[in-house]
Every structure is written in C-alpha cells, then in structure tokens.
C-alpha cells in the first residue's frame, strides 16, 4: 500500500498548493462525475438557440451544438461523455447555476399552462350558463365569444371530436392572463 504524503502545514495564505494531494473518495469523485453528465444531459435536451442563448464556454457550446448534429446513438452517447468532460474541466459551478436559472423559468412556465388548463376545466366544469363570476373578473372579454367557446367545447368533448375549440378557450384564457 502506498502511504500518502500528508502537508507539515497549509501556505500562509491557507490556500493548499499544487503538491498537495486532496483526499476525495471514489464515491465522492463518482457522484460529482454523475452530476456532471446529468447536466451535460440537461444541456442537450435544451434546443439550439437555448443552448446559444446561454453564454456558455466556447469549447462547451460547440460540444452541446455538434451532439445536436449527431445521429446515431453511439456517437451521441460518445459526445455526451465528453461534455461531461468539458463541464469537469471548466467551471461547471457556473453552468450548473446557469441551469437552475433556465430550470426555474421553465417551472414558471409550466405553472401558468396548468394554471391556464385548470381554468379551462372550471369553465368547462361551470358550463355556459354560469360564467359571470368569470366575466366580472375579465370585463375585456366578449361574454358571448367565452360562451360560444366554452359550449362548442363541450359539445367537442361529448361527440369525441378533436378538441379545436377547446384549444381556442385555452388561447383566449392565455391571453387574457398575460394581461
């Protein structure tokens, strides 16, 4: 068994120095490279212009860029092993924070369309004859467009038609909420 060289003392500035060897576990250097691919993951799952949009390290972006433009699985798989590397490399700190930004604005988003979604359901669930308390809240709306919208959906979902006005509901409801 080897033995390990154990520092006398830490440089005055209490920051260790090259020659020092850090003792970090297996386990310790396996869960950091699982993190680091899982991110890699996160990476490519984005679309290109996100990926762009994100300011990454140069050597980085085109790694993500160029797994986009792979086809098979095995050069994929390859590719997403060397970004893992990339991300190792470099200050992977900053791309992780830059994650939970773009994984926050994403929970954000998803948010608002269930919030949207289950309006449409209380519509829809309330019928067209009971839509005031809705229409007091929204005084842009058209009343009648919102019924017409909420009945044709109905009469979709009863006849198992595809859901086009149910679509339309959701866009309006959509709008009305970005206002």
Same mark, same amino acid.
């Given at each position: *068994?080897?033995?390990?060289?154990?520092? #006398?003392?830490?440089?005055?500035?209490?920051?260790?120095?090259?020659?020092?060897?850090?003792? %970090?576990?297996?386990?310790?250097?396996?869960?950091?490279?699982?993190?680091?691919?899982?991110?890699?993951?996160?990476? %490519?799952?984005?679309?290109?212009?996100?990926?762009?949009?994100?300011?990454?390290?140069?050597?980085?972006?085109?790694?993500?860029?160029?797994? @986009?433009?792979?086809?098979? @699985?095995?050069?994929?798989?390859?590719?997403?092993?060397?970004?893992?590397?990339?991300?190792?490399?470099?200050?992977?700190?900053? %791309?992780?924070?830059? *994650?939970?930004?773009?994984?926050?604005?994403?929970?954000?988003? #998803?948010?608002?369309? @269930?919030?949207?979604?289950?309006?449409?359901?209380?519509?829809?669930?309330?019928?067209? #004859?009971?839509? @005031?308390?809705?229409?007091?809240?929204?005084?842009?709306?058209?009343?009648?467009?919102?019924?017409?919208? %909420?009945?044709?959906?109905?009469?979709?979902?009863?006849?198992?038609?595809?859901?086009?006005?149910?679509?339309?509901?959701?866009?309006?409801?959509?709008?009305?909420?970005?206002?």
């Amino acid at each position: *068994m080897a033995r390990r060289r154990i520092p #006398d003392a830490l440089p005055p500035s209490g920051v260790a120095t090259d020659n020092d060897i850090r003792d %970090v576990s297996r386990s310790q250097k396996k869960r950091e490279s699982n993190a680091m691919q899982t991110l890699g993951q996160e990476l %490519v799952r984005l679309p290109a212009s996100g990926v762009r949009s994100l300011g990454l390290p140069d050597e980085l972006e085109r790694a993500v860029l160029e797994w @986009h433009a792979m086809s098979t @699985h095995e050069a994929r798989r390859r590719q997403l092993q060397y970004i893992g590397r990339v991300i190792r490399e470099g200050d992977w700190e900053a %791309v992780s924070a830059q *994650m939970g930004e773009v994984r926050a604005v994403k929970q954000t988003e #998803d948010d608002e369309f @269930h919030r949207i979604e289950e309006l449409r359901e209380q519509l829809l669930a309330a019928g067209p #004859d009971r839509l @005031h308390p809705y229409l007091e809240q929204w005084p842009d709306v058209d009343p009648r467009h919102l019924r017409l919208l %909420v009945r044709d959906a109905l009469a979709e979902r009863a006849a198992g038609k595809p859901p086009r006005a149910g679509r339309a509901l959701f866009r309006l409801l959509r709008d009305v909420a970005e206002e």
